[in-house]
């Protein structure tokens, strides 16, 4: 690439993981250098945007001195309390800098250079918002490969087809009951039992310590050959080596991040969401990704069988439209 090809990208990285990753998600299918630039916040970040506009209300003093020029030709953010920070940034560029905004800005919408909302959001389009089929994520065809090789060896012993199991838990909203955890995990052992397959088994810090004391007895018990992994533990987290080898993945729904990113695997998606786990939005999301042929839905009485379905890369899709952004002239209007 050309000194004259480059851009100067910022990613603006919040206090969430669910928003960082779909921000650097995008910023790394443009395949440019960026430069990710720590948000922390205040109390005041719990005001509305519509109050908030184009400031730097609710941003705290250290994360002020990061942002200062030369400033960037595109800005990359996710998530509401983001949203102000791009507009102020720019505000300060004279409109120089494009801002990329994933997920509803909650105010201003018409400053936003690009918008990116999943369709299951259902927001009203205009010309400078963008549908996405899910949200973006870091999950690439080639890091897949990369992982696959990476885990390999270290799976080598737990016969095929293997089941990858990613548990979630309780939500503010939803909760992951005891009885939910026992259906999921009796499921996964049946089906694999039946294949004379393996699991591999991770949980998340939402899923509960009793839940995952229930799950760790049923898989010790079940005779079935299985890697299970903690999310409390120490071990290098194996999770993007579940999803690379997994010939089935099976996921819970009450996540939106963890229901894209396996929906990039290659292995076939099935969405475990019973009544009370997910709420409408991630419903929305599920019927979405079901339509599109990227999962199917978990049913207790069906089996669960690979099957091919194209790898979901939203982030490419977001990425396409902000090299159309930086080709473009520039308005120097403000926000």
Known sequence: ???????????????????????IGVAEALAQPFKRVDIGYT???????????????????????????????????????????????????????????IMRPDSGERMFDLIAVPAHDGMTLRENIVEIPGAPHRVTETRLLVEADKWRPHFKGLPGPRFSVIIGGSTKKTTFTKDMAKELIAKVIDAARAVDGSLLVTTSRRTGAENEELIA???????????????????????????????????????????????????????????????????????????????????????????????????????????????????SDGA
Request: hydrophobic fraction near 40%; proline fraction near 7%.
């Open 1 to 23: 690439m050309s000194e004259q090809d480059t851009h100067l990208i910022w990613v603006l990285a919040d206090d969430r993981a669910g928003n960082i990753n779909q921000a």
């Open 43 to 101: 109390k005041f970040a719990r005001l509305p945007n519509i109050i908030r506009r184009a400031t730097l209300i609710g941003v705290d003093m250290a994360s002020r001195t990061r942002l200062a020029a030369p400033w960037p030709d595109l800005v990359i953010a996710a998530g509401r309390r983001t949203a102000p920070i791009a507009r102020w940034i720019k505000t300060q560029s004279r409109g120089h800098t494009r801002i990329c905004q």
């Open 217 to 331: 007895e049923q898989l010790g018990a079940s005779g079935v050959p299985y890697h299970l992994h903690d999310w409390m533990s120490t071990d290098e987290n194996p999770y993007f080596g579940y999803l690379a080898l997994g010939d089935i993945l099976v996921v819970t729904g009450d996540s939106v991040s963890m229901c894209c990113e396996a929906a990039a695997a290659p292995g076939g998606v099935y969405i475990y969401a019973p009544d009370g786990l997910a709420n409408d939005r991630h419903k929305k999301l599920h019927q979405s990704l079901y339509e599109g042929g990227y999962a199917r839905p978990m049913q207790v009485d069906s089996e669960l069988v690979p099957f091919k379905h194209p790898s979901l890369q939203p982030a490419r899709l977001v990425a396409q439209r902000c090299l159309e952004l930086l080709s473009a002239p520039v308005h």
